[in-house]
Structure formats: structure tokens, C-alpha cells
């Protein structure tokens, strides 16, 4: 095959890998490139920290004309999928390719623990599964898995798990992003509400006034269903917190005196 038609189709996997950023999405237009390209089946599998597990979408079909079925493959379970989400390479098994897709700076010490591990406890080839994803070194970031491959698309394969890999390492920066918007925009929600806050209690004088405009004001712009303001009382080394007034809704109990919160200082383990 000329380098100039393998070049035309490693291209069209990367558009396919790089116009979105969604996992998902790029999951989908992989399967959908491949099966294009002459692939009789391809399947994804990503691996997922919490549940140690390889959640792959497997496609049949050609085009836009698949069909997709989800699976979850554990680590600790023997397959094939399992051994070439270790192995440093391509995986041929009769007409199926599994192409580990392996993150940036790659040492491949999983794939021989015996002889590369560095760490305790060193991982072998029986425990890998439970050690190495612990590991600081650990990148692998899935399989890609393809079936009836073409002999014209073989050669492409290394790189076509390279570009998984920088898709899916896209679409973590992403997600990480949105993550850091997400967080920054609750904490600007949170400023100007404690803003708003502050505005709304120096308006009142009286201790009385000030109390019950700071617990009105949590209630409305925090949606708590009740608030209860506690005051410092007692002398010195006898000092204990009691309820002062609640606001319910739009109800108001004033309980100085005769609340049940009464709660010693020194039970506190603010205090200790």
C-alpha cells in the first residue's frame, strides 16, 4: 500500500479521535472510522480506577450502520483483553488485534514485573492486577480491540493506539477542566451570597435584629429548612452555648432561656 493512502486513512482516525472531547464521543467515532475502514468488529475497552474494571463499547456493522453492546471486564478475571491491557505491544489472537492504549512516558514495567518492577511490594505476573494500578508508573489507559483487520491497515495500528491514547488524554484535560469552572463557580456563588450576607446584617442595630436577619438570610439564600442561632453564655470556664431563636420558613421561635440546645464548651471537641 502507498504511504500516501496509509497517511489519507491514519488521518481520517485522527479527525475522527480529535473533533470531540468526550469520552464517549470519541469512543464512538473510532468505532465508527474503523468499521468504515473494513474492520469487521471493534470494541474499546477503558479502564476505570474506582471499580478496576476494563467498561468497553463493542460495534458490529459498517459506517453509521453498527450496532453497540457495553461490557465489564474485571482485571482479576483471566482474558485476553485483561492480558494485553498489560503487554508492551500489539496482540494478535487469529483475526482479533488488541492494541494496549497506554498513556505518555510509558515504562512498561507491568508487562515484565519480574524483571523491571522497582517498588514494594514488587508485582509478578500473578499479581499485577492488584498492584500495579496503585502504582505512580501505571498508564495504561485501556485496549483497542479489532477484528478481520485488512492487510492494508495493519501497519497502522501502532500509531491508531497512540492517537486513542491522545484522545482520551484530551478528553481528561476536559474533563478536568470543567471540573476546575464548576468548583470556581460554586465558590463565586458562595462569595456573593455571604456578600449579599454581610449587606443585609449591617443594616440592623439591635443584637436581636442582627441575629434574626442572619439566620432569615441563611435560611432564604441557603435553602436550610431551619436555622438556629446559639449564643456564648455563663461565666468563665463555665461556659456553655444555648439556643437563642430558630427560623423555620417563615416562622420565627425566639428560645433564650428555655432551649434545648444547651451544650457545655467543653464537651465541645472544638474545644479539646
Known amino acids: 500500500?502507498?504511504?500516501?493512502?496509509?497517511?489519507?486513512?491514519?488521518?481520517?482516525?485522527?479527525?475522527?479521535?480529535?473533533?470531540?472531547?468526550?469520552?464517549?464521543?470519541?469512543l464512538r467515532n473510532l468505532l465508527e472510522v474503523a468499521t468504515d475502514e473494513g474492520v469487521e468488529r471493534a470494541a474499546l475497552f477503558l479502564y476505570h480506577r474506582e471499580t478496576r474494571e476494563l467498561v468497553?463499547?463493542?460495534?458490529?456493522?459498517?459506517?453509521?450502520h453498527y450496532t453497540v453492546s457495553a461490557i465489564a471486564l474485571p482485571?482479576?478475571?483471566?482474558?485476553?483483553?485483561?492480558?494485553?491491557?498489560?503487554?508492551?505491544?500489539?496482540?494478535?489472537?487469529?483475526?482479533?488485534?488488541?492494541?494496549?492504549?497506554?498513556?505518555?512516558?510509558?515504562?512498561?514495567?507491568?508487562?515484565d514485573p519480574e524483571a523491571r518492577c522497582t517498588v514494594r511490594p514488587r508485582a509478578t505476573r500473578e499479581t499485577r492486577f492488584l498492584v500495579c494500578p496503585s502504582c505512580a508508573y501505571f498508564s495504561p489507559k485501556g485496549v483497542l480491540s479489532?477484528?478481520?483487520?485488512?492487510q492494508t491497515l495493519r501497519p497502522l495500528l501502532p500509531l491508531l493506539a497512540q492517537l486513542t491514547a491522545l484522545a482520551l488524554k484530551n478528553g481528561e484535560l476536559l474533563s478536568e477542566r470543567?471540573?476546575?469552572?464548576a468548583e470556581l463557580s460554586r465558590h463565586a456563588e458562595a462569595l456573593s451570597h455571604v456578600s449579599a450576607l454581610a449587606r443585609e446584617v449591617v443594616k440592623a442595630l439591635e443584637p436581636a435584629a442582627?441575629?434574626?436577619?442572619?439566620?432569615?438570610?441563611?435560611?432564604?439564600?441557603?435553602?436550610f429548612f431551619r436555622v438556629t442561632?446559639?449564643?456564648?453564655?455563663?461565666?468563665?470556664?463555665?461556659?456553655?452555648?444555648?439556643g437563642y431563636l430558630t427560623v423555620r420558613g417563615k416562622d420565627v421561635y425566639w428560645t433564650e432561656g428555655i432551649s434545648h440546645i444547651r451544650l457545655p464548651l467543653a464537651s465541645s471537641p472544638a474545644s479539646r
Not at 468497553?56 to 453509521?64: C, N, Q, Y
Not at 442561632?229 to 444555648?242: I, T
Open 1 to 26: 500500500m502507498r504511504t500516501s493512502g496509509q497517511l489519507e486513512i491514519l488521518g481520517r482516525f485522527q479527525r475522527a479521535l480529535l473533533k470531540d472531547l468526550e469520552p464517549v464521543q470519541i
Open 56 to 64: 468497553g463499547e463493542v460495534a458490529s456493522g459498517r459506517g453509521r
Open 75 to 111: 482485571l482479576y478475571a483471566k482474558g485476553h483483553v485483561q492480558e494485553a491491557f498489560f503487554a508492551e505491544g500489539p496482540v494478535r489472537r487469529g483475526e482479533e488485534w488488541l492494541l494496549p492504549v497506554v498513556g505518555e512516558e510509558a515504562s512498561y514495567c507491568w508487562a
Open 146 to 150: 479489532l477484528e478481520g483487520v485488512p
Open 178 to 181: 470543567n471540573r476546575a469552572l
Open 210 to 223: 442582627v441575629l434574626e436577619t442572619l439566620a432569615q438570610a441563611l435560611s432564604e439564600r441557603f435553602g
Open 229 to 242: 442561632v446559639a449564643l456564648v453564655k455563663g461565666e468563665e470556664g463555665k461556659d456553655y452555648l444555648e
